[in-house]
């Protein structure tokens, strides 16, 4: 079985600033939206960014947390803010080409109405269960999983999100029916695999790897094409039995479609210095993320359109609708 699939894959607001910080042309402060919850992989990765993004710009930054519809309100906010880059989504990719294909009553295409200033990320995804279960390996879990009456179950934060994605590719690749549990968030869904009521989460790694450090979850693979170094022991999921089978995510910073060109490059060049910045780096590899490689706006525009055509023929083969 050879497959290779590339997923285009949270606290109150916080003001921060800068004595003698520069304001913005319009003389406010940037909101940088995170469309999830508090505590998750997204929320955890732009709180990191956000304050040296702040100095690069020279302006304040307040990071708000708008979860709901798998990030669909948060990025919906952006897209409908006025286009002036005082309002900034950060994002993973399924918010912007795969949600929007389950949104029935709100098919808003955010491909083309948020324009991409960077990427800021890339990262795979950690498989970890309940650590109750009595089984220590993939081929464990599966095999476990096979029995009748397994009633196994993975959450996510929300359909049509990351971990979403991943679990059902996941369950395809390993011959699992599991049922999808949906919450507002990574956080919340990784809750309920601590507590015993769900079987197994395929998180970002930011929220993932504390708890399996502390053994309040067990850590079977990562999802990528190597280990991570902040969880060295636990293998790939082709080194565990599933070979050929790769799931990637990323993050992003956009904008609202018809911001301005100037405001634009004035964006790219400061998130592009922060994000490469050595202090977000090292922030990056703790987490189990990487920094994303460098690339133009326009082509990370053009690759997003791809993925979201791509996206949305595989989101009606699977016949995926939002919950």
Same mark, same amino acid.
């Given at each position: 079985?050879?497959?290779?699939?590339?997923?285009?894959?949270?606290?109150?607001?916080?003001?921060?600033?800068?004595?003698?910080?520069?304001?913005?042309?319009?003389?406010?402060?940037?909101?940088?939206?995170?469309?999830?919850?508090?505590?998750?992989?997204?929320?955890?990765?732009?709180?990191?960014?956000?304050?040296?993004?702040?100095?690069?710009?020279?302006?304040?930054?307040?990071? =708000?947390?708008? $979860?709901?519809?798998?990030? %669909?309100?948060?990025?919906?906010?952006? @897209?409908? /803010?006025?286009? *002036?880059?005082? &309002?900034?989504?950060?994002?993973?990719?399924?918010?912007?080409?795969?949600?929007?294909?389950?949104?029935?009553?709100?098919?808003?295409?955010?491909?083309?109405?948020?324009?991409?200033?960077?990427?800021?990320?890339?990262?795979?995804?950690?498989?970890?269960?309940?650590?109750?279960?009595?089984?220590?390996?993939?081929?464990?879990?599966?095999?476990?999983?096979?029995?009748?009456?397994?009633?196994?179950?993975?959450?996510?934060?929300?359909?049509?999100?990351?971990?979403?994605?991943?679990?059902?590719?996941?369950? =395809?690749?390993? $011959?699992?029916?599991?049922? %999808?549990?949906?919450?507002?968030?990574? @956080?919340? /869904?990784?809750? *309920?695999?601590? &507590?015993?009521?769900?079987?197994?989460?395929?998180?970002?790694?930011?929220?993932?790897?504390?708890?399996?450090?502390?053994?309040?979850?067990?850590?079977?693979?990562?999802?990528?094409?190597?280990?991570?170094?902040?969880?060295?022991?636990?293998?790939?999921?082709?080194?565990?039995?599933?070979?050929?089978?790769?799931?990637?995510?990323?993050?992003?910073?956009?904008?609202?479609?018809?911001?301005?060109?100037?405001?634009?490059?004035?964006?790219?060049?400061?998130?592009?210095?922060?994000?490469?910045?050595?202090?977000?780096?090292?922030?990056?590899?703790?987490?189990?993320?990487?920094?994303?490689?460098?690339?133009?706006?326009?082509?990370?525009?053009?690759?997003?359109?791809?993925?979201?055509?791509?996206?949305?023929?595989?989101?009606?083969?699977?016949?995926?609708?939002?919950?």
């Amino acid at each position: 079985m050879k497959r290779r699939h590339l997923l285009p894959l949270l606290a109150a607001p916080v003001l921060i600033t800068r004595a003698g910080a520069q304001g913005s042309a319009q003389g406010r402060p940037i909101t940088l939206i995170v469309p999830y919850a508090a505590g998750g992989g997204t929320d955890i990765v732009a709180r990191e960014l956000a304050p040296i993004l702040m100095e690069q710009l020279g302006q304040s930054v307040v990071v =708000e947390n708008r $979860g709901g519809a798998a990030g %669909h309100v948060g990025a919906t906010s952006v @897209a409908r /803010a006025r286009p *002036d880059g005082t &309002t900034l989504l950060f994002a993973v990719s399924t918010n912007i080409v795969v949600n929007p294909h389950l949104q029935r009553n709100d098919r808003i295409n955010l491909s083309s109405v948020l324009s991409p200033v960077t990427k800021a990320s890339s990262y795979q995804y950690v498989l970890v269960i309940d650590p109750k279960l009595p089984v220590t390996s993939l081929r464990e879990l599966i095999d476990a999983g096979k029995r009748p009456n397994a009633d196994f179950s993975f959450s996510s934060g929300g359909v049509g999100s990351n971990n979403h994605l991943a679990g059902i590719l996941f369950a =395809e690749a390993a $011959g699992l029916q599991m049922e %999808h549990i949906s919450y507002r968030g990574t @956080a919340p /869904a990784l809750q *309920d695999v601590v &507590t015993g009521r769900v079987t197994m989460n395929f998180s970002s790694p930011p929220p993932a790897v504390p708890l399996a450090k502390e053994g309040r979850l067990r850590a079977l693979a990562v999802t990528g094409n190597h280990r991570l170094p902040s969880l060295p022991d636990v293998p790939t999921l082709s080194e565990a039995g599933l070979p050929g089978i790769v799931i990637l995510g990323w993050h992003g910073i956009f904008a609202p479609a018809g911001t301005p060109d100037g405001e634009m490059s004035r964006l790219e060049a400061a998130a592009n210095k922060a994000i490469r910045d050595p202090r977000f780096a090292r922030s990056l590899e703790r987490d189990g993320l990487e920094v994303a490689a460098a690339q133009p706006r326009a082509d990370f525009a053009v690759a997003i359109r791809e993925e979201y055509e791509f996206w949305g023929k595989k989101v009606r083969e699977l016949d995926l609708k939002a919950e």
